[in-house]
């Protein structure tokens, strides 16, 4: 298991609380009267937020060929937009 998008989506099910997530005694939290996310809950979340950055990433990828299009449209040169989108 993604042990960062595993802690991504206990901070998004369980915000604003502290715990701690180990080999030996699994996710325990510090914050009183907390109940533990189910297995299924967090499998969820992680599957939520990796959608989320998928979409993220293709929709900054569709905007920079968006930008790229618009550059070209108004005469800029390939080379012209290059040096700009690696600037």
């Known amino acids: 298991m993604d042990l960062?998008?595993?802690t991504r989506a206990i901070h998004?099910?369980?915000p604003n609380t502290e715990w701690t997530l180990d080999e030996n005694n699994g996710l325990v939290f510090i914050t009183p009267n907390v109940t533990n996310p189910t297995e299924a809950e967090i499998t969820q979340?992680?599957?939520k937020i990796k959608f989320a950055?998928?979409?993220a990433e293709a929709d900054k990828a569709a905007a920079k060929q968006s930008a790229q299009a618009k550059l070209a449209a108004l005469?800029?040169?390939?080379?012209?937009?290059?040096?700009i989108s690696n600037a």
């Open 4 to 6: 960062i998008l595993q």
């Open 12 to 14: 998004k099910l369980r």
């Open 45 to 47: 979340a992680m599957t």
């Open 53 to 55: 950055d998928e979409q």
């Open 75 to 83: 005469g800029l040169t390939a080379d012209e937009i290059a040096a």
